[in-house]
């Protein structure tokens, strides 16, 4: 079993930044592939970025502008989020599988979920 928790979302103003934060435990950080998703009201869960050794990967509505990193030592994923737009207002939520082979940018690739973290960015 793998649990998450989320923090550092809020409202903020557009062309503002956040750092999201996801906090691992209940199996070895080294083992697990972890992910951003966001949700926004109406819409699917929308794939985010995703981290693992082989590298990272980013939706193109946030690449140049958001950063996932991970800190082992504190078994935690960050996202950094830049240049902050209003169509980035959504529910984010971290998620985190078994790592194995292959890119994990499905909702469906993920079994473990985070509470999520409400993200608003006003004009």
């Known amino acids: 079993q793998v649990q998450l928790v989320e923090s550092g979302g809020g409202l903020v103003q557009a062309g503002d930044s956040l750092r999201l934060s996801c906090a691992a435990s209940?199996?070895?950080?080294?083992?697990?592939?972890m992910g951003w998703f966001r949700q926004a009201p109406g819409k699917e869960r929308q794939f985010v970025s995703a981290i693992k050794r082989s590298g990272t990967r980013y939706a193109d509505s946030v690449k140049g502008r958001f950063t996932i990193s991970r800190d082992n030592a504190k078994n935690t994923v960050y996202l950094q989020m830049n240049s902050l737009k209003p169509e980035d207002t959504a529910v984010y939520y971290c998620?985190?599988?078994?790592?194995?082979?292959?890119?994990?940018?499905?909702?469906?690739?993920?079994?473990?979920w985070g509470q999520g973290t409400q993200v608003t960015v006003s004009s």
């Open positions: 998620a985190a599988r078994n790592a194995g082979y292959g890119v994990y940018l499905s909702p469906s690739d993920y079994a473990y």
């Open positions: 209940g199996r070895a950080f080294s083992t697990v592939a």
